[in-house]
């Protein structure tokens, strides 16, 4: 089982609909949860992460974490053409090892 | 400037050429990763390193050698090259501050012929 877990996709949403991607991760102890945006050929960029359980909020993407069953979603609003990327998300375990540990990557398309 | 830069950005070379990758930094964090991509894959580490006397193997070292020459400078060596090492490189730093959120260079595209 891989440590975290996402749907390759590709999720195909129209222009101005809710996209909303889900990740799933193994460790119990893992503490922060990151979601990036990587377009074709170039490097991941930030977009939020969340330690806490809950929802968190940034703009037109909300990020909501549940650590009892172990799922982090990432939910873009008003989605736009320009949101067409891959999602990663990447949980940090901590402890000896602290660093991130990152899923396959889910492939979003929004069509216009 | 970007705060992580890679060099080269694109490189071509042959099987069983020794190549260098090179990354620096100048956000100040102490550590600092290499990772490869292959296309339509998530992220492998390949090296991690905490600090200046701290390297540490990840999940794909084998065939692959680093060297941390300062705070700021994390370099990943391909001692023999093969064609399967065809792949997207990215060097990233981490901020413990932040929950070890990583920042990324803009990646070094490997060809091996």
């Known amino acids: 089982q891989k440590e975290v877990e996402q749907n390759s996709g590709p999720l195909s949403v129209p222009e101005g609909a809710i996209a909303s991607l889900n990740c799933t991760y193994s460790?119990?102890?893992?503490?922060?949860f990151f979601w990036y945006r990587q377009y074709s050929g170039k490097s991941p960029e930030l977009i939020m992460f969340?330690?806490?359980?809950g929802d968190k909020e940034d703009g037109r993407f909300t990020a909501q974490l549940n650590k009892a069953s172990q799922y982090v979603s990432l939910l873009i609003r008003d989605s736009q053409p320009s949101d067409s990327a891959t999602y990663l998300c990447?949980?940090?375990?901590?402890?000896?090892?602290?660093?991130?540990?990152f899923g396959g990557g889910t492939r979003v398309l929004v069509k216009p | 400037d970007a705060d992580v830069t890679q060099t080269p950005r694109n490189r071509i070379t042959k099987t069983g050429k020794r190549i260098m990758l090179e990354c620096s930094q100048t956000?100040?964090?102490?550590?600092m990763y290499w990772y490869r991509q292959d296309p339509g894959l998530g992220l492998q580490l390949i090296y991690y390193?905490?600090?200046?006397?701290?390297?540490n193997k990840g999940e794909i070292s084998d065939g692959y050698s680093v060297s941390r020459q300062a705070q700021a400078k994390f370099s990943l060596s391909l001692e023999s090259a093969i064609p399967n090492q065809t792949a997207l490189y990215f060097c990233?730093?981490?901020?413990?501050?932040?929950?070890?959120?990583?920042?990324f260079g803009p990646g070094t595209r490997l060809l091996v012929l």
């Open positions: 990233a730093t981490s901020d413990p501050g932040q929950g070890e959120t990583q920042y």
């Open positions: 969340i330690y806490s359980n």
């Open positions: 460790d119990r102890g893992s503490q922060s």
């Open positions: 390193s905490f600090d200046v006397k701290d390297i």
């Open positions: 990447a949980v940090n375990v901590g402890g000896a090892g602290n660093k991130l540990t």
């Open positions: 956000k100040g964090h102490d550590r």
